[in-house]
């Protein structure tokens, strides 16, 4: 069985095994994890958001959150929307459609991350991105931003405090510069060209289109 429950004790002492350092994971929850060993495709979305299924049925009553012990991929987007956000740790490289955070997740990837649209807003969030962070559009609200970028930050950067430019606490920047006019999906935009979170959000959920 590739899924499983374990303790904060295995989780640390798997993360030790993997070389994650204990400032990165010092700032998890502590309780009981739910396991995947080696890669993982979910079909579809994931949701952080308490009280949402699992995308494992052996992990259903996960607590804490979830470790991937190896690369995960969705072929649809990686969210929460509501308080008491579940923890995500992906012990490889991390794919998905669209990441929309509003709320207080703690997500740390330790390889690269690959995505259409990043959308974040302030919250009381934990995100640490060891590799690339690289997606089509980034836009990072209300002074929310990931916390360590080891890799290179790619893609059409927003950030409000510094207009269409942050360097995201990154290694790198390969900020792209395309206005997000060009490159979303029309639905996704107030009449202002500002992203509708909530138009957005709708088309994560149904696996629409986020880009033109």
Same mark, same amino acid.
């Given at each position: 069985?590739?899924?499983?429950?374990?303790?904060?004790?295995?989780?640390?002492?798997?993360?030790?095994?993997?070389?994650?350092?204990?400032?990165?994971?010092?700032?998890?929850?502590?309780?009981?994890?739910?396991?995947?060993?080696?890669?993982?495709?979910?079909?579809?979305?994931?949701?952080?958001?308490?009280?949402?299924?699992?995308?494992?049925?052996? =992990?259903? @009553?996960?607590?804490?959150?979830? %470790?991937?012990? !190896?690369? /995960? &991929?969705?072929? *649809?987007?990686?969210?929460? =929307?509501? @308080?008491?956000?579940?923890?995500? %740790?992906?012990? !490889?490289? /991390? &794919?998905?459609? *669209?990441?929309?955070?509003?709320?207080?997740?703690?997500?740390?990837?330790?390889?690269?991350?690959?995505?259409?649209?990043?959308?974040?807003?302030?919250?009381?969030?934990?995100?640490?991105?060891?590799?690339?962070?690289?997606?089509?559009?980034?836009?990072?609200?209300?002074?929310?931003?990931?916390?360590?970028?080891?890799?290179?930050?790619?893609?059409?950067?927003?950030?409000?405090?510094?207009?269409?430019?942050?360097?995201?606490?990154?290694?790198?920047?390969?900020?792209?510069?395309?206005?997000?006019?060009?490159?979303?999906?029309?639905?996704?935009?107030?009449?202002?060209?500002?992203?509708?979170?909530?138009?957005?959000?709708?088309?994560?959920?149904?696996?629409?289109?986020?880009?033109?």
């Amino acid at each position: 069985m590739n899924t499983r429950h374990i303790t904060w004790d295995e989780a640390t002492a798997l993360f030790e095994q993997r070389g994650l350092p204990r400032s990165i994971w010092q700032n998890l929850y502590e309780g009981e994890y739910a396991l995947h060993t080696g890669n993982a495709v979910v079909e579809g979305n994931l949701s952080l958001n308490t009280g949402e299924d699992a995308p494992w049925p052996e =992990i259903a @009553d996960w607590d804490t959150g979830y %470790i991937i012990d !190896g690369d /995960l &991929t969705l072929t *649809g987007s990686l969210y929460d =929307i509501d @308080d008491g956000a579940a923890a995500l %740790i992906v012990l !490889g490289n /991390l &794919t998905v459609a *669209g990441l929309h955070t509003t709320c207080d997740p703690k997500i740390i990837v330790t390889g690269d991350t690959t995505a259409e649209v990043i959308f974040a807003e302030y919250s009381d969030k934990y995100l640490v991105f060891q590799g690339d962070l690289r997606a089509v559009v980034q836009v990072w609200l209300s002074e929310s931003a990931p916390d360590h970028i080891g890799g290179t930050a790619a893609g059409s950067l927003v950030h409000p405090t510094y207009g269409r430019y942050t360097d995201l606490e990154a290694a790198q920047v390969d900020n792209t510069g395309i206005p997000i006019t060009d490159l979303l999906a029309p639905e996704t935009l107030t009449p202002t060209g500002e992203v509708d979170s909530d138009a957005l959000h709708a088309r994560l959920l149904s696996g629409l289109p986020l880009l033109r």
